[in-house]
């Protein structure tokens, strides 16, 4: 598969401050593609690179394989969607996106057209005559979004386009921007910080921190194989329990053993049992595999309970079934799915391979 972006060896300071460290990104033509992170991860940075709104200190910007670092913005074409909708409060949903068509002067048979396709693409036609005061976030995200849609560009690039909508509403975006990329077959550059909005959307995620790109993947690669402590626990809600321990031919902590499951570690290796709360449970059934603790705190969500247990001096969360009744302070004991853990080098935290 053809790039459609490239980002080599890409530098960005703001002063002192480093928004971006040598920033490798590789986005194939056609693809999903999520950069997700916490604030201050170099996300919008990123976008604005891509776009030509920042020069990177050091570094190139390939646009179909041909340079774009110096181009001007209005020649990449790329289209890009903000997290405030910034659409013109004077003119209609459909003068607004009809607006970047208009900039171009092309006839208006044309610019019809195209309006029309993309207000049938995303079921806005009962919006067209009105005005943006009189609309709700959520059916101004989707003028936004069609004011990009109708350019045609060879990338789209959205800086967090649904932070400002209720929940419900992003849940409903989340399906119509993954059904709107199949149907285009264009390029998405989405930047978020809501794993959610990453792992049901995007094809590949790049994970950020600091500048640095931590990790590249499927979702269900960095999700399943994160490759450090940091990804891991960035990377899954509840964050994976982590558990000091020794790794040798066994798995030694605080008051409790397990076997190794097949890391390769040799002596006495000073790592983190990571182990996320969906491979915990409380129906023991192999005494090998499992710790004694003690429930510290409850939470029942409906669709399940979170039991939180002390073992030794630390605490791990455990996805129990909705229907779980635990008192706080029961002793009991939590089994571990042995192929599901992971293990992290205690000072390089990176994770540990299986022989």
């Avoid at 919006?127 to 003028?143: E, F, I, T």
């Avoid at 890391?263 to 023991?284: I, M, N, T, W, Y």
């Avoid at 969500?301 to 996805?319: P, Q």
């Amino acid at each position: 598969m053809s790039s459609a972006i490239v980002a080599e060896g890409v530098s960005k300071s703001f002063g002192e401050v480093e928004a971006l460290k040598n920033l490798e990104l590789d986005i194939p033509e056609g693809s999903f593609f999520v950069l997700l992170g916490p604030s201050g991860a170099g996300k919008t940075t990123t976008l604005r690179v891509i776009a030509g709104l920042e020069m990177p200190d050091p570094g190139r910007v390939l646009l179909n394989g041909i340079d774009a670092t110096r181009a001007n913005p209005a020649y990449r074409d790329v289209a890009m969607v903000f997290q405030s909708y910034a659409l013109y409060p004077k003119q209609t949903a459909a003068q607004n996106i009809a607006s970047p068509l208009r900039a171009r002067k092309l006839p208006k048979s044309e610019i019809d057209a195209h309006v029309k396709r993309i207000v049938e693409l995303l079921h806005i036609e009962q919006l067209m005559d009105r005005y943006p005061a009189n609309m709700s976030g959520g059916q101004m995200q989707r003028v936004a979004l069609g004011r990009a849609l109708v350019r045609d560009p060879r990338a789209f690039l959205m800086d967090e386009p649904l932070t400002n909508l209720d929940l419900k509403l992003r849940v409903e975006m989340r399906t119509e921007l993954t059904r709107i990329h199949r149907s285009l077959g264009k390029t998405f550059l989405y930047v978020t910080n809501d794993q959610v909005e990453a792992m049901s959307m995007a094809n590949q995620v790049a994970v950020l921190r600091e500048g640095t790109i931590q990790q590249v993947g499927a979702p269900t690669e960095i999700y399943d194989h994160p490759a450090n402590r940091w990804v891991a626990s960035f990377v899954g809600s509840p964050r994976m329990n982590m558990l000091e321990c020794t790794a040798n031919g066994k798995l030694e902590g605080e008051g409790w053993t397990l076997p190794n499951p097949g890391f390769g570690v040799g002596g006495d290796h000073k790592a983190l049992l990571g182990v996320r709360s969906e491979d915990l449970s409380l129906d023991v059934r192999d005494e090998s595999a499992s710790l004694d603790g003690e429930v510290y705190a409850v939470e029942p969500l409906g669709d399940r309970t979170l039991v939180d247990i002390e073992v030794g001096h630390h605490r791990v969360i455990v996805k129990a079934k909705p229907t779980a009744e635990y008192a706080i302070g029961e002793k009991v004991r939590v089994a571990i799915d042995m192929d599901r853990v992971h293990l992290f080098d205690a000072s390089s935290e990176a994770a540990i391979a299986r022989r």
